[in-house]
């Protein structure tokens, strides 16, 4: 009975990072029917399946909704909200938005859906997905390349000193960065409208945030690798020198960090065992009764 929610649904797994909820077998009972569809806040980011005609009338606030015809070979039409306010439980097919769209309809999706029938639906579904998940793809390069531009130089990196972080995303910097050469690929070609309009507006949502937060983890986590890397290849022997006992036992406790770092990176064994010959190295200059209250510490 939910079907059609099923395959909005399986629409937004083509996007990389999908932050909202959707619920295909919603129904008056449910313990959130009150808050849902309350008019007295906004509704929530979710997607609702639903059969009860009741529905109809109470869910008129909503900013989208789609009433499904019972005939399936149906082009659903764009309607104004404003013929969903009837009070009427029979409501008329179509998809009813107070959205305006950034970008006019895309021409290359009525090219894929021939109206003559002379391929199976399975085949067009498939091939609609395909050119969707391409589109998506295509959509996230600029995000993609202007994160990659928020990587300190590996020069910035040094062995004795924290790591530095991705540095902060910066809407406008990103916004200002777009140019036309962006949007003249084989994917968006047809596709006219305010393209720095729509990415403000999908920075602003909860997908982009969780987006976003993955690929600050793995950036920071790409950082932190290299940083181990340059800290097992560097000549702890020759910076022993002239060191206060203090400063040795900083730098003990900063390798074991590193150490159990790489562990949660992934554990690589060769690094792992230059960071323990490290610890070594520096264990052998501290006065011995000292060292009997560090090794058991350090015993990596």
Known sequence: RSLPHKKVANILKMYPRYANDYRPYFTIHDSEFQEFTSKTHAPS??????????????????????ILDSDPD???????????????LRGKPGFYTRYKPFLNK???VKKLLRNDRQ?????????????LTELTHTLMIPLEQYISSLMPLQKQLNPFRQPPLLQQFQQEAFINSLNDSNFKSAELKGLRGSWKE????????????????????????RLELLHVQQLSEA??????????????????LW??????????????????????????????????????????????
């Open 198 to 221: 729509l990415y403000r507006k999908f920075i602003k949502s909860p997908n982009f945030e969780l987006w976003f937060q993955s690929k600050r983890t793995e950036a920071n986590q």
């Open 119 to 131: 391929r199976p639906a399975e085949v067009e579904n498939i091939m609609l997905r395909r050119y």
């Open 235 to 252: 000549d702890l022997y020759s910076w022993k020198t002239d060191r206060h006992e203090v400063e040795i036992v900083d730098m003990l």
């Open 106 to 108: 895309d021409k290359n």
């Open 45 to 66: 980011r979710i997607i609702l399946g639903v059969t009860n005609p009741y529905f109809n009338k109470a869910l008129q606030h909503w900013p989208n909704v789609i």
């Open 255 to 300: 390798i074991r960090d590193r150490h159990d770092a790489l562990q949660r990176l992934g554990s690589n064994p060769e690094l792992q065992d230059h960071l323990k010959n490290h610890i070594d190295t520096l264990l052998e200059v501290v006065p011995a009764d000292l060292q009997s209250t560090l090794k058991p510490a350090f015993n990596l």
């Open 74 to 88: 149906k082009t659903l039409k764009i309607l104004n909200p404003k013929e969903h306010t009837s009070s009427s």
